[in-house]
């Protein structure tokens, strides 16, 4: 049972390079999310997408951008890395909320730990 | 002020202790919430989600107060493996986005 996997799970950039998280699920959910989370910090939304071709801003999405262009895979793309883009990245998806109520449990990925020197 | 806040710790509790902690939250329009379990280089994952009657699971308890706007998580008779990050997290019905985290609750449980 995969769930939610994240690529690279580790990675070094340089100041100014650029990178491409990879997110997938096989669980057929509609939303997905991408959080980052720092020492001290709860998790902080940068984008989300609640379905195939659709994605949103989140709470701190400045020096990122997001692809979703399979229902499975949602992509984080860093244009030009800075140092205060450090962090663990997580990957999370969910159904949406339904008729009954259910607000639908977020399931993460394992993480990716990025630094930026 | 923070959305949603609880103490950082860390709760440095013996074996077999109770130990309780709480979660408040700022906006009354909240929708639902829930306690995440969060081990050290791990990914959160789904301890339980908390109704408005108060809910259990096992060891475990869980209390909402709207009035006072707080969450509670119950640890009975606590055990070395709960030693983890408890994140306390508030969800809106009607957003796909509006999903706050609290910065988390450090537990650590001594032998």
């Known amino acids: 049972n995969a769930g939610v996997t994240q690529t690279p799970k580790f990675r070094v950039l340089k100041t100014g390079q650029s990178m491409t998280l990879l997110c997938a699920q096989d669980m057929n959910h509609e939303y997905m999310y991408w959080y980052r989370q720092d020492p001290g910090m709860g998790l902080r939304l940068i984008h989300y997408?609640?379905?195939?071709?659709?994605?949103a801003k989140g709470e701190v999405p400045d020096g990122y951008n997001v692809s979703r262009l399979k229902k499975q895979n949602f992509l984080l793309g860093l244009e030009s890395a800075a140092p205060s883009q450090t962090s663990v990245y997580f990957c999370a998806s969910s159904i949406p909320p339904t008729s009954g109520g259910y607000t639908g449990e977020l399931f993460f990925g394992e993480g990716s730990r990025l630094t930026v020197l | 002020r923070k959305e949603v806040e609880q103490d950082p710790g860390p709760f440095n509790v013996p074996e077999g202790a109770t130990v309780a902690f709480n979660c408040t939250y700022s906006n009354s329009a909240s929708q639902s919430f829930f306690w995440y379990r969060q081990d050290c280089r791990k990914e959160p994952k789904l301890l339980m989600s908390?109704?408005?009657s108060g809910n259990e699971d096992g060891r475990f308890t869980a209390q909402l107060n709207r009035a006072s706007q707080y969450i509670s998580l119950l640890i009975r008779d606590s055990k070395l493996s709960d030693s983890a990050t408890y994140l306390c997290?508030?969800?809106?019905?009607?957003?796909?986005?509006?999903?706050?985290f609290g910065s988390g609750t450090r537990l650590s449980i001594r032998p």
């Open positions: 908390v109704y408005s």
């Open positions: 997408s609640v379905g195939e071709g659709t994605t």
């Open positions: 997290v508030v969800k809106w019905y009607s957003s796909a986005s509006k999903i706050i």
